[in-house]
């Protein structure tokens, strides 16, 4: 049942984006994602996380206040401060900050409180009682958030290292009672106990939230994601979380894997680094290797494999699969298997590649497919092999919680591998086969792509406003200027790029939505 994200969850989520942010400069893992947030992300974290943190700073209970007094010619009375409630706790500035190498400073100046009670007295056999209001003023809290992560399980950690809070002022106004005016000749015991109690209180509430409802949502966090019956995808950190001076940068995994046969791919990350943009909350850097790796995984389980029959063309087409059709293009095909159905299966002789270029993705799957005729029993008799070098450009977008995909067909070269049917000329199945990749085969495969593959985004966070480019490393442009190459050897394999996701606005899911 889906739950309506209140503030604790929100404040906590975002302080989760932080924290995702967070990455060591220098890893001995590179990643296969990045993900950065800004100061503007982190000023809107700290709205939204001073808002929770108000709302539990107001539960703090105050302690009952006894003691007793001695008045000149009176003698010694006893009095009692009790039903203390906080009416009100205001943080009117806050602020969150980097501190290089270390992780966030929270800052809250110029808060106050508002407490009402009652209050009794007693001398001998006189007895009074009343109500009071008190206030304290320009209260200062500062609190450190170290970082860190689980090696075994890639979830984040945090702590409080660090709390405190001073409090400039304490006011008690005095109301009703015979004696009230006795009240006021002790107040400044009563303004230095509430000033204690207080100091000991706000702190701990603060840490108190770090570890309890922090830590326990970040436990929630999923770093794996099951994405489908074959693959999963792995957004553990590889790194201990660090701040720099101008951004949370955070190093993860970024990795399909194989939910069957887990295993580390034949291929590492490239070096990746995003570019020193400030403008937007949140950025996200997807290297090539995030794409290889799932071509890999579904490569090796099988599910590039395809099968085209001739009710997956559409019936106004002039092209059909038959072997009448096909004896047209190769006689023999007819001649040897007249009037029958005919079948191709199509697979992946070897995993995808996903080349990133500024101009948009190359995806050169290299495929292969059999051609059979179906005879009367539904056996299957076969024609010919062929091999298919393809170009596919593939766009990228991506939805509030997840990337999603559309492949269309730039280049296709066949080449005759086998033939049952005697010689031909591949040309001949040139236009027939432009016809059935990008109609019977692209679509099967974007469909799945447009199911989309999750983000590493907390629960209850969507992102608006998002813009993707294809970027390249400026090291790697240096490296085409400085060898004389042109553009061609900064897409070379290998080389440092990725795409870059920008993120305007951060928003919390709306009920019922996930």
Known sequence: MARHPDNALRWATLLVLATLGTAAVVTTTNPGVVARITQKGLDYACQQGVAVLQKELEKIKIPTFSGSFKVKHLGKGHYSFYSMVIRGFQLPSSQIKLVPNKGLDLSIRNANIKISGKWKARKNFIKTSGNFDLSVE???????????????????????????????????????????????????????????????????????????????????????????????????????????????????????????????????????ALPPDHDHMVYLGISDYFFNTAGLVYQEAGALNMTITDDMIPKKSKFRLTTDFLGTLIPQVAQMFPNMTVQFNVWASSPPHLTMRPAGLIFTPTLETQAFAVLPNSSLAPLFVLGLSTNLSMEVSARPDRLVGQLSLDKLLLELKHSDVGSFSVAVLQAIMNYVVPTAVLPKVNERLQEGFPLPMPENVQLFNLVLQTHQSHRERERGRDTGRGRNRLHAPGARRGIRSRVSRIAPWAKGRR
Request: with cysteine; glycine share 6%.
């Open 138 to 272: 320009s209260i200062s809290i500062s609190a450190g958030l170290n970082m860190s992560f689980d090696p075994t399980s890639g979830h984040l950690t945090i702590i409080c290292s660090s709390c405190n809070n001073y409090i400039d002022s304490v006011r008690v106004h005095i109301s009703g009672g015979r004696l009230g005016w006795l009240i006021q000749l002790f107040h400044k015991k009563i303004e230095s106990s509430i000033r204690k109690t207080m100091n000991n209180k706000i702190c701990q509430v603060v840490s108190s939230s770090v570890s309890s409802r922090l830590q326990s949502y970040l436990k929630t966090l999923p770093v794996t994601y099951k994405i489908d019956r074959i693959a999963g995808i792995s957004y553990s950190l590889v790194a201990p979380p660090t701040a720099t001076a101008d951004n949370l940068d955070g190093h993860l995994k970024g990795e399909f894997f194989s939910l069957a046969h887990p295993r580390s791919p034949p291929f590492t990350p490239p070096a990746m």
